[in-house]
């Protein structure tokens, strides 16, 4: 299937089985401008942070310090927009449906494509999402709550567990919940433990209280996504993680993926699995 | 046991059981200057260099796009000799047996301790080792020529495999071979893979033509160690590789560990075994 087949409007649908390279084609030319939740299943996505090359290395040191939060997918040399591991050809400033632009911090703007705003010194980070792991889970059988609604919106919140610092990167883990039938826990634990790139391991399991989240009904991002009967709160570390932490620290300028409008990469997530790098 | 209970005199028998703090105080005392393959088995040994701040990014970005040669363990902040991650109250400026001083990519001294070359804006990383590949090799009983002789040094060669480029920094994956029974191939293989901050899976097996090494008997650093009969040369991949990259950049700075005087960290490699952090 390549876009060019494709009819001007696209569904959910239509790009469930593309690859990687056609939802990219896609958000180029304006064909897809929304979430790209349950989109080419298989290709690993990735979040997406723009920083001018002064803030990259604490940046980085940052990501490499908390890897479940932060795994770094690929990272583009300064002021080239190819991420030439996860997808060569790519263009960052164009690829992603929806980007967002912050200035000290604070968001300025929501945008379709970054080209005015890219630099030469402008360096991205492709960062691990949990999209990727909703395929492991549900490939595996494991039922997603929030993949039952058609927004895909996940919970989300901020935890007490403290990232370690670097440089001016500083702040808590950012979490998804997914409510786990309790006979499937194990699985869900062991199975995404061999994806570090999609975040890997739960960081926690069970009681909100222990990592600080008193309410699971009041989330910080997302929409909350109810417990049923016999279902086990399971909290990974987010990809927001970085972002909160970056705007937290009110760097002048920075630019992001719109809210689940993610980098979707060329690779598939068995080629990021565990010892095959 | 503590180093002050200790001959003044260390022996390798001494250390082999020792904890990494032991070796490091060893180090720091001045008691110990040799190499420490076969010392505080179990914990992760780690290839240093240290790098001027204004290259620090580039040399992250080298070893993050180059993860089998250049695992990353830890990275200091700018200036602070402490791995906390890696070591707590350590300093790499004196927990080393033996250190090198490079300007402008020559070799420049040999010393003890670096105190004096140590600046405000020095980072050093600590990059995996395969000391610590031998001890998951010799728990799964798979023989180790090369540490059948007491100066413990493996084959290591130059190949014509290219790592990712990164700024300035650019060259081949240098490997070690390890000379493998045949009928351990398999278990030398996956168990390996497990463990990707001391190098994780090979990067070759069999043929050294395939990856340019005509000659195994004519080792680029080390010594050659002979294939035994039934033995297939096994390549891994080395953290010669990051400091000869570095050492070709011609940077004006950098600091390495001598050949085979490792830093000897806190940590057990199960505790970085894949899915563990």
Redesign the interface.
Same mark, same amino acid.
């Given at each position: 299937m390549t876009v060019t087949d494709l009819p001007r409007a696209l569904l959910r649908e239509d790009l469930a089985n593309a690859s990687g390279r056609d939802v990219r084609a896609a958000a180029r030319s304006g064909q897809w401008r929304r979430a790209t939740h349950g989109l080419a299943r298989g290709y690993v996505q990735a979040n997406m942070a723009i920083v001018p090359?002064r803030y @990259?290395?604490d940046f980085?040191?940052f990501c490499?310090?908390n890897?479940?939060p932060c795994p770094?997918i690929d990272?583009t040399?300064p002021g080239d927009p190819e991420a030439r591991?996860a997808a060569p050809g790519s263009d960052v400033r164009v690829d992603l449906p929806g980007y967002r632009v912050f200035r000290d911090g604070e968001l300025v703007a929501e945008v379709f494509e970054i080209t005015d705003h890219w630099r030469s010194d402008s360096v991205a980070f492709l960062l691990g999402c949990s999209n990727s792991m909703d395929d492991v889970l549900l490939d595996a059988r494991i039922p997603q709550r929030h993949l039952e609604s058609e927004d895909g919106r996940i919970s989300v919140y901020a935890s007490n567990i403290m990232c @370690?610092a670097?440089?001016i990167f500083r702040g808590p883990v950012v979490v998804t919940m997914r409510p786990i039938p309790q006979n499937r826990l194990v699985d869900a634990i062991s199975i995404t433990?061999?994806y570090?790139m999609a975040h890997?391991?739960p960081v926690h399991v069970g009681d909100p209280r222990a990592i600080g989240i008193d309410d699971l009904s009041r989330v910080d991002w997302g929409k909350y996504n109810e417990l049923r009967h016999d279902d086990v709160p399971v909290f990974w570390a987010c990809g927001v993680t970085p972002q909160a932490v970056a705007a937290k620290a009110r760097i002048p300028e920075m630019i992001t993926h719109a809210a689940g409008h993610m980098f979707v990469s060329d690779l598939k997530l068995t080629q990021l699995a565990?010892?095959t790098?």
């Amino acid at each position: 299937m390549t876009v060019t087949d494709l009819p001007r409007a696209l569904l959910r649908e239509d790009l469930a089985n593309a690859s990687g390279r056609d939802v990219r084609a896609a958000a180029r030319s304006g064909q897809w401008r929304r979430a790209t939740h349950g989109l080419a299943r298989g290709y690993v996505q990735a979040n997406m942070a723009i920083v001018p090359k002064r803030y @990259a290395f604490d940046f980085m040191l940052f990501c490499q310090r908390n890897p479940k939060p932060c795994p770094i997918i690929d990272i583009t040399d300064p002021g080239d927009p190819e991420a030439r591991f996860a997808a060569p050809g790519s263009d960052v400033r164009v690829d992603l449906p929806g980007y967002r632009v912050f200035r000290d911090g604070e968001l300025v703007a929501e945008v379709f494509e970054i080209t005015d705003h890219w630099r030469s010194d402008s360096v991205a980070f492709l960062l691990g999402c949990s999209n990727s792991m909703d395929d492991v889970l549900l490939d595996a059988r494991i039922p997603q709550r929030h993949l039952e609604s058609e927004d895909g919106r996940i919970s989300v919140y901020a935890s007490n567990i403290m990232c @370690a610092a670097a440089g001016i990167f500083r702040g808590p883990v950012v979490v998804t919940m997914r409510p786990i039938p309790q006979n499937r826990l194990v699985d869900a634990i062991s199975i995404t433990a061999r994806y570090p790139m999609a975040h890997g391991a739960p960081v926690h399991v069970g009681d909100p209280r222990a990592i600080g989240i008193d309410d699971l009904s009041r989330v910080d991002w997302g929409k909350y996504n109810e417990l049923r009967h016999d279902d086990v709160p399971v909290f990974w570390a987010c990809g927001v993680t970085p972002q909160a932490v970056a705007a937290k620290a009110r760097i002048p300028e920075m630019i992001t993926h719109a809210a689940g409008h993610m980098f979707v990469s060329d690779l598939k997530l068995t080629q990021l699995a565990h010892g095959t790098r």
